[in-house]
């Protein structure tokens, strides 16, 4: 750590040597790194050490920054005691944290409603979220997809849908967010239960419901069974998905030709732009895989923090809170990187600069949630292309 | 519409008259509810596909499925067989419990069954090489959209069923296996061989849970959880029929599969009952018939 900070002295020229030995900024991050969700913990921490190592190439006025970082366990009570550790006796004013949305919101209503402490959640895609405007997260929430569908159906021409969703909070909350959005007619909207050997009722009341577009919330096992039906009922619908209805598994166990046009929206990177290019391989040379969007949300939420600490008057919750929208929001000039952002904050204000993240334009509107980047992905030839993306 | 929707209910019902009788079957003659059977469907399914991937389809086609296909279905049934004798040996047979002491050794072998199929196939889906088929042209003019595959469940559970019939009517073996089910102390002190009665009762049993379970796999997918999560309707059906009764069971099944693909029709006369409560309908009906008769449709009055 010292040697990186000595380098940074030279590298930003003579005059200022004094700068390099102020003490390092500590946020602090409660992370998965155990337990059911400790997959994505794992990438959170490869995103976090790579955006680590770009804020600190550059430095924040010529201080480290650093990241104390917590176990949640994957659980409320985990996540709850290591926001406590961070908050009470780290004192840190700004909280990454944590994976699961549950999480996410326990630690945010047991430990930081009422302080200034600024919470910025990594992977938390659960609608509940959006109530609570304190609580940031860089994620999008789950609704952005259902916006999306609701406006390609629309666009495809379509004004009557049918729409069968999984019997459970994520399928029921997606469903009633697509309903809220579209404006045509919704011909059949019913759940169906998981791991049912037979969806022949469901497939047989959409196609008598005389929508010609089918839209599927739900999850690959149920859809291949789905499609399987559709394919030897005969039936040749338009097909619209969710993400979780997509993946190999369908593309596995459905007969070629069966999904052909079928469009699906998914969360994803911009994998199109330099910014993302470069992170991915960062990535790659670092740990000889490639990136998931798991581990660019947690590198965006640790170069949000460095720019909200740059931008503050001073490090603590109630100034970083005043700036830490501010950064990334339109208006001011876009850049894709800490360091261009940080020269523009060098001297100019919070609202000089839009950050573009490596996960999306980020954006955080009134409720603390991120702009969503879909991208809409088309079957052709029995495989997904990507066809389009979008931002909603 | 309604001819379609019967259509189905006649290909799910084969099914899961396949998997009642054996459960009904080793009710009757060895006395506990077996928990375990819906996993015996399971490997009875993966068997298939092991085979039907080692032996490929053997050139002839019939009603869409290959050769190889019926192939795998013997080695389906042959190996849920011997694994149900192996479980009945090492395990059923030594043990010296009461009827719910065996039912619960069976919960935890229906684990054991299904962690050994996870260990082996991992726990996504998957199914058969052979290709899905469109639906039969010359039906369609009746609004009738099954398959050849799904004629082929059909036929192929009519025959399995008409040949068990034929066995316990007509066989030496049906005519002990009916006399040990009524009463196990005669049967024995009549000069019975009850061990090797009970032993051919679970090879029937299990082989027709593996022909189910093979079916199961072509109708739906297969997964480690297929027959498991199947054999609450099984119980429904052995149950509305009458337990311990074959032909209770082969009825009871039928209505439940029946019942289950039919629950479209209340709301196209206007009962607001969704498909989702395709399951708790089945389990309503149960109820109120046992409310009336206790033992069951096929059951004997007590």
């Known amino acids: 750590m010292l040697k990186l900070t000595g380098g940074v002295g030279i590298a930003g020229l003579a005059g200022c040597s004094g700068s390099s030995g102020n003490e390092a900024y500590n946020i602090g991050m409660v992370d998965a790194q155990t337990g059911s969700l400790s997959a994505f913990g794992e990438r959170n921490q490869r995103g976090k050490d790579l955006a680590l190592s770009a804020v600190n190439e550059v430095g924040i006025g010529g201080s480290d920054l650093q990241v104390t970082v917590e176990d949640s366990g994957s659980e409320n009570q985990g996540g709850i005691s290591a926001a406590q550790k961070l908050v009470n006796q780290d004192g840190v004013p700004f909280l990454i944290g944590a994976v699961g949305s549950g999480v996410s919101l326990a630690i945010y209503e047991s430990v930081i409603e009422g302080t200034d402490v600024v919470q910025l959640s990594q992977n938390s895609t659960g609608l509940g979220l959006t109530e609570f405007p304190g609580l940031l997260r860089m994620s999008p929430p789950g609704s952005t997809q259902a916006t999306a569908l609701a406006d390609i159906i629309g666009e495809d021409g379509y004004d009557e849908v049918a729409l069968t969703f999984v019997n459970n909070d994520y399928g029921r909350s997606l469903a009633e967010a697509f309903t809220d959005a579209w404006d045509g007619s919704v011909a059949y909207n019913n759940s169906h239960d998981q791991e049912q050997q037979s969806y022949s009722s469901v497939i047989s009341e959409m196609n008598s419901s005389s929508a010609d577009a089918w839209l599927f919330i739900t999850y690959q096992a149920e859809f291949g069974k789905m499609v399987n039906e559709i394919f030897s009922k005969g039936y040749e619908p338009m097909l619209y998905g969710a993400d979780s209805a997509q993946g190999q598994n369908v593309l596995d166990n459905t007969p070629d030709g069966s999904m052909d046009g079928m469009k699906i929206v998914v969360p994803s990177a911009p994998v199109d732009e330099q910014n993302y290019k470069d992170f991915a391989s960062a990535f790659e040379s670092e740990y000889d895989q490639s990136p998931t969007s798991w581990a660019a949300y947690a590198y965006d939420c640790v170069i949000n923090a460095a720019l909200a600490i740059q931008a503050a008057d001073a490090f603590t919750g109630a100034a970083l809170g005043e700036v830490v929208r501010e950064v990334t929001r339109p208006e001011g000039e876009q850049v894709t990187t800490f360091e261009a952002a940080s020269d523009i904050l060098a001297d100019g204000s919070p609202s000089d600069v839009d950050y573009q993240g490596v996960s999306g334009p980020i954006d955080f509107d009134e409720n603390g949630d991120p702009v969503g980047f879909l991208q809409v992905l088309e079957v052709q030839d029995h495989s997904y292309e990507g066809v389009d993306f979008i931002s909603s | ?302």
């Not at chain 2, 030594?94 to 229906?110: E, K, N, V």
């Not at chain 2, 009970?198 to 379970?213: C, N, P, S, V």
């Not at chain 2, 059906?237 to 311990?244: E, K, M, N, T, W």
């Open chain 2, 1 to 302: 519409m309604v001819l379609d929707l019967l259509a189905s209910g006649l290909v799910f019902s084969s099914i899961i008259v396949l998997g009642s009788i054996g459960l009904s079957l080793v009710y009757s003659i060895a006395d506990f509810a077996n928990f375990a059977h819906g996993d015996t469907m399971t490997i009875g399914a993966y068997t298939s596909l092991v085979t039907f991937g080692a032996v490929g389809g053997l050139g002839v086609t019939v009603l869409g499925l290959p050769l190889g296909f019926f192939v795998a279905l013997l080695a389906g049934i042959g190996v849920a067989a011997f694994v149900a004798v192996v479980t009945e040996k090492l395990v059923y047979d030594g043990m010296d419990l009461d009827s719910i002491g065996l039912l619960i050794a069976s919960i935890g072998l229906a684990f054991i069954y299904r962690a050994v199929v996870q260990l082996g196939f991992g726990a996504q889906s998957t199914r058969y090489g052979i290709g899905a088929l469109r639906p039969i042209e010359a039906l369609l003019p009746y609004g009738v959209r099954v398959t050849q595959h799904d004629v082929a469940i059909v036929l192929s559970a009519a025959v399995l069923v008409t040949g068990l019939h034929v066995l316990l009517q007509y066989s030496d073996l049906g005519r002990k296996m009916r006399a040990m089910a009524d009463n196990p102390d005669l049967a024995r002190v009549s000069g019975i061989r009850t061990d090797r009665v009970k032993l051919w009762t679970w090879i029937i049993g299990a082989g027709l849970a593996g022909a189910g379970g093979a079916f199961l796999g072509l109708y739906s997918q297969l997964t480690p959880r297929m027959g498991f999560n199947l054999l609450l309707l099984i119980f429904a059906a052995v149950i509305l029929g009458g337990i311990g009764s074959v032909y209770g069971a082969m009825l009871g099944g039928f209505l439940i599969g029946m019942i289950n693909q039919l629950t479209p029709l209340l709301s196209n006369v206007g009962i607001p009952i969704g498909i989702e409560y395709a399951d708790a309908i089945a389990f309503v009906i149960m109820v109120v018939v046992l409310l009336f008769r206790p033992n069951g449709i096929a059951g004997e009055a007590s």
